[in-house]
C-alpha cells in the first residue's frame, strides 16, 4: 500500500518568512495530492490539492509542487502570518482522489511574532 | 448547504460495552470515508463505502469494528466490545466522487 513521509514534524518561522514542508510517497499509482490545515480540536481543511497531470498549483500565499519522477511534492507559504500556525498534513491517493487517502504524520507550523 | 455532519461530538465508554458513531455526509455526496486520528499523530483511514456498499475496507481492523452506508440514513461506524486503545478522534469525510474530501468535525471517542 501506500507510504506517504512528511518533513520536518515541526517548523518554526518568523512572522512574514516563508515555510516549505515536504512529503514524498510511494506507489507509483497515486494521483491525487491535497493538503490539510488542522487547528486544534478542529476538522482538517483542504488548503490546495495538486493532480499528477500538473507539477505546480498556485493561490494566494498557498504553493504546491509536485515531482512525479522523485515521487515527492511540497507545500509552500509565503508571507507567513499567525493564522497559518496550525498542524498541516499532506497525503496521496490513487483513483483521482475516489480512494482512500494516506496521510502523514503531520508538521506543525508555528509562527513566531 | 450544511457541511458534513457527525453525532456524537463527544462519546465516553466503558470498556466492553458498544460505541456507534454516526456521520450524514454533504447533500448530493455519496461516498463516504472513515479516519481515525490518535493524539499528536496523523489520520489513517480505514474505509471507504458508497451507497449500501463498502469499497474498500482494507485499514479497519478485523474484528469489532464494522461500518455501513444504508439507502436512506447516516453513516455507521460500529465498534464492539471497546478498549481502550479504542480511544481516539474519528472523523468521516464525504466527496461527490473524484474530488475533494470533506470533513466532518469528528467525534472523540474515550473509553474508560
Known amino acids: 500500500g501506500e507510504n506517504v513521509e512528511q518533513h520536518p514534524s515541526t517548523l518554526s518561522v518568523q512572522e512574514g518568512d516563508s515555510a516549505v514542508i515536504k512529503c514524498t510517497y510511494s506507489d507509483s499509482a497515486s494521483n491525487y495530492f491535497p493538503w490539510y490545515k488542522q487547528e486544534l480540536g478542529k476538522r482538517p481543511q483542504l488548503i490546495i490539492d495538486i493532480r499528477s497531470n500538473v507539477g505546480e498549483k498556485k493561490d494566494q500565499r498557498i504553493a504546491v509542487t509536485l515531482n512525479k519522477t522523485a515521487k515527492h511534492f511540497s507545500l509552500h507559504i509565503t508571507e507567513t502570518q499567525p493564522e497559518d500556525s496550525a498542524v498541516y498534513f499532506c497525503a496521496a491517493a490513487a483513483g483521482g482522489g475516489a480512494d482512500g487517502l494516506t496521510f502523514g504524520k503531520g508538521t506543525h507550523l508555528i509562527i513566531q511574532p | 448547504n450544511a457541511g458534513v455532519m457527525q453525532n456524537p461530538r463527544h462519546l465516553v465508554r466503558r470498556r466492553g460495552q458498544e460505541a456507534r458513531l454516526r456521520c450524514s455526509p454533504m447533500?448530493?455526496?455519496?461516498?463516504v470515508y472513515w479516519y481515525r486520528q490518535l493524539p499528536e499523530e496523523g489520520l489513517k483511514f480505514m474505509v471507504y463505502l458508497q451507497k449500501e456498499n463498502i469499497i474498500d475496507e482494507s485499514g479497519m481492523p478485523k474484528e469489532r469494528f464494522s461500518a455501513e452506508f444504508p439507502k436512506e440514513g447516516p453513516s455507521i461506524l460500529r465498534i464492539q466490545q471497546v478498549v481502550r486503545g479504542d480511544s481516539a478522534a474519528y472523523f468521516c469525510?464525504?466527496?461527490?466522487?473524484?474530488?475533494?474530501?470533506?470533513f466532518g468535525p469528528g467525534t472523540r471517542l474515550t473509553v474508560l
Open positions: 469525510a464525504s466527496s461527490p466522487g473524484v474530488d475533494e474530501q470533506f
Open positions: 447533500k448530493g455526496h455519496s461516498h
